[in-house]
């Protein structure tokens, strides 16, 4: 098992960055990692992920403005929030897979408690 405690939202306006942080109880290498993002009455969706060999992958609604990345000595991965939109406003959650190689839809199995982010036009 692994806890993640995510941290970073707030508020920004629309061009600006945000950096969200996701702090992991033990290390998770090997392993997926990834960032999903729910808008306010929509369902959760996918938007970053790591998978085992550490190769990141976007959604093209993030493509080119997000950036995850990991320091595994620290734990913690990051996503770097640039050219933000009025759209990315929503909640964010950090979520580690129990295997290599994963889906947005299937293979993570533990999840932080979110974070709002807030962008204003």
């Known amino acids: 098992q692994v806890q993640l405690v995510e941290s970073g939202g707030g508020s920004a306006q629309a061009g600006g960055s945000l950096r969200l942080s996701c702090s992991f109880s033990?290390?998770?290498?090997?392993?997926?990692m990834g960032w999903f993002y729910q808008a306010p009455g929509k369902e959760r969706e996918g938007i970053a992920k790591?998978?085992?060999?550490?190769?990141?992958q976007y959604v093209d609604s993030v493509k080119g403005r997000f950036t995850i990345s990991q320091d595994s000595a620290k734990k913690i991965m990051y996503l770097q929030m640039d050219s933000l939109k009025p759209e990315d406003t929503g909640m964010y959650y950090c979520?580690?897979?129990?295997?290599?190689?994963?889906?947005?839809?299937?293979?993570?199995?533990?999840w932080g408690q979110g974070t709002q982010v807030r962008v204003s036009p």
């Open positions: 790591l998978e085992g060999d550490r190769r990141p």
């Open positions: 033990r290390d998770w290498s090997g392993q997926c």
């Open positions: 979520a580690a897979g129990i295997y290599y190689r994963c889906s947005y839809d299937v293979g993570f199995a533990y």
